[in-house]
């Protein structure tokens, strides 16, 4: 008899946990231009600018929330060639970041030294095709946090120079082909969604001919005018 409500009890329980509402899908985004509302996926700047990129999450609003303990990610990018280049200040956490529940900037704290502009930097794991990193950054929250559905969270930014012509893809990922967001040690599924990068030359527009026709008969008119005089 025990044995049979035994059965039945852990019968009734898995049966309840496989009705539970799926977990949110995280989505982890590159925003090329902060200054501007919503995510900008796509940028052109000038050769030899400089820029800063902005890396958010977020879910997918569609079931329930989000939530993780640990983010370990990079930004990744050059998978055209050395098109880009790390700025002068590198990766600053976003007091957005900072808010989960007794976050520790994990790589600061063991190695405060890899810390441009106030972020904790790790090694760089790079996969194909890309050519250069930022390097790890980690979060780990004590007690975990929730995502709040459909209101992207601003991480931290990344600032970047216009080294040569051509195109980059910029993309934010966990390392080893890992998810970057993780719950009680078990990784979670994750959307990466990248940004694209083109760097181009401003071209000084030239003279048109009937600019230039026009600007020599006024000359040849001032001419005749100082001969009269």
Do not use: C, H
């Amino acid at each position: 008899m025990k044995k049979s409500i035994r059965t039945i009890l852990g019968t009734l329980y898995v049966a309840g946990l496989m009705t539970l509402p799926a977990a949110a899908l995280p989505i982890i985004s590159v925003d090329l231009d902060p200054t501007v509302m919503g995510i900008q996926s796509s940028r052109t700047v000038d050769l030899g600018a400089t820029f800063t990129a902005q890396i958010v999450i977020s879910d997918d609003g569609l079931t329930s929330p989000t939530l993780f303990d640990t983010l370990l990610l990079e930004t990744y990018y050059n998978d055209a060639g050395a098109i880009l280049g790390a700025g002068s200040t590198g990766a600053t956490w976003l007091p957005s970041a900072l808010i989960f529940p007794f976050a520790l900037d994990f790589f600061t704290f063991l190695s405060p030294s890899f810390a441009p502009g106030g972020a904790g930097v790790g090694p760089s794991f790079l996969f194909p095709p890309f050519g250069a990193g930022s390097g790890a950054l980690s979060l780990f929250s004590l007690i975990g946090t929730t995502l709040v559905p459909s209101t992207p969270t601003p991480l931290f930014t990344l600032d970047f120079t216009a080294l040569s012509l051509g195109t980059s893809t910029i993309l934010a990922a966990g390392q080893f082909g890992l998810p970057a967001m993780a719950a009680g040690g078990i990784p979670l599924p994750d959307s990466l969604m990248s940004a694209t990068v083109t760097v181009a030359r401003t071209e000084v527009p030239a003279p048109s001919i009937l600019a230039i026709f026009l600007l020599g008969l006024a000359g040849i008119g001032f001419s005749r005018k100082r001969k009269a005089i």
